[in-house]
């Protein structure tokens, strides 16, 4: 991690393999859509051999020409692996994906593995899955990241780690190339952190929204707007990455709207153990308002495409 020495003679302890450096550690990666392709390329430009695997395996094409070695199965990519990340959609991939006893990564995982899933899920499966990986002498680390398509490419993520403390430490050279990763506590830490995140963000998202509807409402020039108030107490990552895609309409990069959907819906769930909270209303009226995209059909557009429901609920049809 960030301004931490790894401890060599811990991490041979747990079994690893020693240090992790690029044309010794394998990495294994599923799951390479808008996130998961930039993320894995990455890492196979810094070096490190990438065996991946992708249920559409046209998206594994630039990938396999960039170098990496394509497999059948999670467990397969596991089998030529020491590291696997996972990215995928919703906790029942994450399920599918390492869990199946056959085809599942940690199937296919030599004792001594690590599996590191950004994929944002579930707090309680990311327990189960790190219980399962001790079980099998493995280990397993829930990573969810935050920064968006933009983050993914420039590899500024931030990267909220849950799990074993110096598992996490002896993967700092490979989340070195991905972001700026933080130790946020035992396994099912990360992706708590991750459906915190996702509130912020949903918050943050519904106010640009609402003030770029309201100056173009007003015959402002949104660009000049957004410019002008970026530079005080308004500004915010969200309203860099995606203000510009508002203003533009270009709606169909970065992630998709469903994700955030799942992601506040995993929020409002009340039987997510200790971590889960009573009362955010504003997480539900976030959530509402990101579905009424999702009735819209436009489920699959990115976020920015929220300026879309304001606008429909304005009268204004574009």
Request: charged share 15%; aromatic share 6%.
């Amino acid at each position: 991690m960030e301004g931490r020495e790894v401890d060599v003679a811990a991490a041979a302890a747990f079994g690893f393999p020693v240090p992790v450096r690029p044309g010794a550690t394998r990495v294994g990666w599923v799951g390479i859509g808008v996130m998961g392709g930039a993320m894995a390329a990455r890492l196979l430009a810094a070096g490190f051999a990438v065996t991946t695997y992708a249920r559409t395996r046209a998206k594994a094409e630039a990938l396999v020409a960039a170098g990496a070695s394509l497999a059948g199965s999670p467990a397969a990519v596991a089998a030529a692996s020491d590291v696997v990340f996972t990215m995928v959609g919703n906790p029942s991939d994450v399920r599918a994906v390492v869990l199946h006893a056959a085809s599942g990564a940690l199937a296919g995982l030599r004792p001594g593995g690590v599996l590191v899933d950004c994929t944002s899920s579930s707090p309680s499966l990311a327990r189960e899955v790190a219980a399962a990986a001790r079980a099998a002498g493995c280990y397993a680390v829930d990573s969810p990241v935050s920064g968006g398509d933009v983050s993914a490419r420039d590899g500024t993520l931030a990267i909220l780690a849950g799990g074993d403390e110096a598992v996490v430490a002896w993967l700092a050279p490979l989340f070195t190339h991905l972001g700026r990763p933080t130790y946020m506590g035992p396994p099912g830490s990360g992706q708590s952190s991750k459906i915190a995140n996702q509130i912020a963000v949903a918050g943050a998202l519904v106010g640009t929204t609402e003030a770029l509807a309201f100056a173009n409402a007003a015959g402002l020039d949104a660009p000049l707007f957004l410019d002008a108030v970026s530079k005080g107490a308004a500004g915010s990552r969200v309203m860099e990455i995606f203000s510009e895609r508002m203003v533009s309409r270009e709606f169909t990069s970065g992630g998709a709207v469903k994700y955030i959907i799942k992601d506040l819906g995993m929020a409002l769930e009340t039987g997510e153990g200790p971590e889960g909270a009573k009362a955010l209303p504003g997480a539900a009226m976030f959530r509402q308002m990101f579905s009424a995209m999702a009735a819209n059909e436009d489920g699959g557009l990115g976020l920015q495409g929220l300026i879309t429901v304001v606008e429909r609920l304005n009268g204004i049809h574009k």
